[in-house]
């Protein structure tokens, strides 16, 4: 019986979607995948449809997602070069504490009923800024365990971990909402962290990978702008991160109000978007992954980027439910795709010693989320949730136009 299981396994794994799991490391970063993501997904949900209940306003979800955002801005080159210096593994371990504490605290807080919206700014502006250290961190360690061969591969199944896990996670956090109050979610956060940090600890040989730095860490810096000033491609990229992020993944920080005023489908409805854009999600890092290294990556980024914005504006103008369900599984789709595209070309178009500050690049673009998050919220107020999210999809769809048009490179990568 033995030999035919380790015979299936070994069966699944000589396909090529699946190879990256012929690494022992590589199946338990994946567990972690699976376990952080669960987290970060619930505190999304959660306090999101925590600060909605408090302010009934989506301006302040909008100041949510942006203090979520803002240290990625400010951090985001400085982490990535950080990452190029550390032992990658270990900070993983030490952001995973952080988050747990970060995630009892605010279950603390909401159990007791001291919890205002400060709170959940000044949290989430903390958990933020350890995203934006663990975040380069994490997605380089992947490279350091798969090779630069296996990176299309890795990072997609990587994706499909974080997206698939996110099946269940949203739902989760609305279904605990709604059976035993807004607190628990927190302490579940908590506890898939420490989970987390248990199955990192047994991740090994992958510490001695890392390169030894003669150069300060201001050279570092340094050397991460002049990547950017000095390489169009990874402009462009930074260009198209950014423009997401302000105009694309703002949308989660209306979310709350698309469930709860519009069509009226509560906190489960809401953790249901979570499930069906994770469903989107999962299907597109199950296709990339399929890809293996697939010649014209750049093709695949455009397409994603452009389908990212027409899937907003047909989602802002649903009226049903059933039907913002499908096309919000389109945003899954295309948003988990460009976000997994968007990691393989960053450090695809770098050096082998550049792999972490790319990936600070690529950080301090998706802090700009801050600025588009925050006018969403107040766009959403003035003139109602619907039209701020056409508006938003629309200039997607404008500077999808114009990239294509002023850097023609992008579609030969």
């Not at 000095?230 to 930074?238: D, G, P, Q, S, T």
């Not at 047909?314 to 968007?342: C, E, R, W």
């Amino acid at each position: 019986m033995a030999n035919k299981v380790t015979d299936l396994f070994s069966g699944i794994t000589n396909i090529r979607i699946f190879q990256p799991f012929k690494s022992r490391n590589f199946g338990l970063f994946f567990l972690t995948t699976i376990t952080v993501s669960l987290g970060n997904i619930m505190m999304m949900v959660s306090s999101g449809w925590l600060v909605l209940e408090l302010t009934d306003s989506p301006l302040s979800l909008g100041l949510v997602w942006a203090t979520r955002s803002a240290p990625n801005l400010i951090l985001g080159m400085l982490a990535g070069a950080v990452a190029d210096r550390v032992d990658r593994k270990k900070l993983q371990i030490v952001a995973l504490a952080l988050y747990s504490a970060c995630g009892f605290l605010l279950g603390y807080l909401v159990l007791r009923g001291w919890i205002q919206l400060w709170h959940v700014l000044l949290i989430t502006f903390v958990w933020g800024s350890i995203r934006a250290f663990e975040g380069p961190a994490r997605q380089a360690f992947i490279v350091d365990i798969v090779g630069r061969e296996g990176t299309m591969s890795g990072i997609s199944l990587n994706a499909v971990g974080l997206r698939g896990i996110g099946i269940i996670g949203g739902a989760v956090a609305g279904i605990i909402i709604h059976l035993f109050g807004m607190e628990w979610p927190f302490f579940v956060i908590t506890a898939a962290n420490i989970l987390a940090i248990g199955i990192t600890a047994y991740i090994r040989g992958i510490e001695e990978r890392a390169i030894v730095k003669t150069q300060s860490l201001w050279s570092d810096l340094v050397e991460g702008i002049q990547i950017v000033l000095n390489n169009r491609v990874i402009l462009a990229l930074m260009v198209m991160a950014a423009t997401c992020e302000m105009f694309g993944f703002s949308y989660s920080a209306l979310l709350p109000v698309f469930a709860r005023d519009i069509l009226g489908v509560g906190a489960v409805g809401l953790g249901m978007f979570s499930t069906v854009r994770s469903v989107g999600g999962l299907i597109a890092g199950l296709t990339l992954a399929s890809l293996g290294d697939y010649e014209y990556k750049g093709r695949i980024q455009l397409g994603l980027f452009l389908a990212f914005g027409v899937s907003l504006i047909l989602f802002a103008n649903s009226s049903s439910y059933p039907l913002s369900l499908f096309f919000i599984g389109m945003v899954g789709i295309s948003a988990a795709g460009h976000d997994a595209m968007q990691h393989i070309l960053f450090q695809l178009n770098v050096t082998e010693e550049q792999r972490g500050r790319a990936m600070g690049i690529w950080q301090l673009s998706i802090g700009f989320g801050v600025l588009g998050s925050v006018a969403l919220g107040a766009i959403a107020e003035t003139l109602g949730a619907p039209l701020a999210q056409s508006i938003y999809g629309a200039i997607m769809v404008i500077i999808f136009v114009t990239l294509v048009s002023i850097v023609p490179k992008l579609r030969k990568l």
